[in-house]
C-alpha cells in the first residue's frame, strides 16, 4: 500500500514501452520504474485507458519483464474514475485525436499528480500550468540519480 503522503504519479504508456522494449537491458526508464513503485517513493494513479494500454504493449512487447511489469504497475496503480469536469478542463490542451492523453491530464489534474510522458502532446497542458509535467528524463533525474 502506497503511503498516503507520497507524491501522485501517473506514468503514461511511453514511459512503459521505453522500460519494456529492450527487456535485456536495465536502462534508466526501467529503474525509473522500479523505483516508483516503492509505497514510499509515490503513489501511482492512471485510469481503465492506462491500463489497457498497459497490458496491449505487455504483449506487443512479449517477454517476462514485460509481462510482469505491466502486472505490477496494476497492482500498484490506483485506479480513478474521471470525472467529466475534470475532462472538460484539460480538453481545450488537446487536439480531438488525443483523447487518452486527455484523459490521463484529466486523471492528473482530480489527483494532483504528476505525469510522466515524453509525448508533446503534452506540452500544451504543461506550458498552461493546469498539470505539472515531467518527460522521462527529467523523472529519472529527481527519483532514481
Known amino acids: 500500500m502506497a503511503d498516503p503522503g507520497a507524491q501522485a504519479v501517473l506514468l503514461d504508456t511511453n514511459v512503459f514501452v521505453s522500460a ?3 527487456p535485456l537491458r536495465q536502462t534508466d526508464t ?3 520504474l522500479v523505483r516508483l513503485l516503492a509505497p514510499e517513493e509515490s503513489r501511482l494513479v492512471g485510469n481503465e485507458v492506462l491500463a489497457r494500454d498497459y497490458l496491449r504493449y505487455a504483449r506487443a512487447f512479449p517477454s517476462p519483464t514485460a509481462s510482469a511489469l505491466a502486472v505490477r504497475l496494476l497492482e500498484a496503480t490506483e485506479l480513478v474514475p474521471v470525472e ?3 475532462l472538460r478542463a484539460c480538453a481545450p490542451h488537446f487536439p480531438p485525436d488525443a483523447a487518452a492523453n486527455c484523459v ?3 486523471t492528473c489534474l482530480q489527483t494532483g499528480a504528476i505525469l510522466v510522458s515524453n509525448d508533446k502532446h503534452f506540452q500544451a497542458i504543461r506550458r498552461a500550468g493546469l498539470v505539472p509535467v515531467l518527460t522521462a528524463t527529467e523523472a529519472i533525474r529527481r527519483w532514481v540519480h
Open 20 to 22: 519494456i522494449r529492450r
Open 84 to 86: 467529466e469536469r475534470f
Open 30 to 32: 526501467f529503474r525509473l
Open 104 to 106: 490521463h491530464a484529466a
